[in-house]
């Protein structure tokens, strides 16, 4: 029985479910947008973005060969993830310029899980990616935090109906979509008032020999067509 079990499983995971109504994925978009759009909310839900956020440090921390020591996430909504390596190089670059690129390929990538019926898969892998996460985050409100959100992933993938699966795994994309972008513009708005000198931007710019402004034109361009391409897949156009 077990094994009948955990074969059903494996199925699901690599198999495709059927898409949602339009309705349902317009309300979804819409809810992201409540969820992102208000200070008040958005002073919660950035929570989430942060943890894209320093994950994708993170993770090409460890892609490109650095040594991942710790990330800290911070009540305030800030994050801090430390690697050891080349304080130079592409291996530094690319590490620095994932962090606000996170949220938006991550957005793109579920898109198209989703826009291929994978909405287990896509729950699965969130999960797996919270779990490894966790391993590395060294202080209590990370650790709650990041506990919190993969258990919420896994009580919606074991315990909930195929149409509430479907209706968080929208949700989420549509989050990341277009949450992935207001981090941005705030730090735009901080370093127009001459805030955040140390922003991922402005290391970006000592490493490479460029402008700041150049960067943050990356990540504007990652957010929009995140929102704009990923959008389009989540809505069937």
């Excluded at 941005?184 to 931007?201: I, N, T, W, Y």
């Excluded at 504007?220 to 809505?235: E, N």
């Amino acid at each position: 029985m077990q094994f009948t079990q955990v074969t059903n499983v494996w199925n699901e995971v690599v198999g495709s479910q059927p898409d949602p109504s339009p309705w349902l994925v317009a309300a979804t978009a819409l809810v992201a947008l409540v969820a992102v759009v208000p200070h008040g909310i958005w002073r919660l839900t950035r929570n989430a973005i942060t943890i894209a956020h320093e994950g994708g440090h993170g993770l090409v921390a460890l892609l490109t060969g650095r040594r991942l020591d710790g990330i800290r996430l911070h009540s305030d909504t800030s994050g801090l993830t430390v690697s050891r390596g080349k304080p130079r190089g592409l291996g530094m670059v690319l590490t620095a310029a994932a962090g606000y690129s996170a949220p938006s390929l991550l957005g793109i990538l579920g898109a198209l899980l989703l826009a291929d019926g994978h909405i287990t898969a896509l729950l699965w892998g969130a999960t797996a990616l919270l779990i490894a996460m966790l391993a590395m985050i060294r202080n209590a409100y990370g650790a709650l935090t990041v506990i919190l959100t993969g258990a919420a992933f896994l009580l919606v993938s074991w315990l909930t109906t195929a149409a509430v699966q479907a209706a968080f795994a929208y949700l989420v994309v549509w989050f990341l979509l277009v949450g992935g972008l207001r981090p941005v513009f705030e730090l735009q708005g901080k370093r127009r008032h001459g805030g955040a000198p140390q922003s991922d931007a402005d290391q970006l710019a000592r490493l490479t020999h460029t402008p700041a402004a150049l960067w943050m034109l990356l990540f504007y361009a990652i957010g929009l067509i995140g929102l704009f391409g990923g959008g389009r897949w989540l809505l069937g156009l």
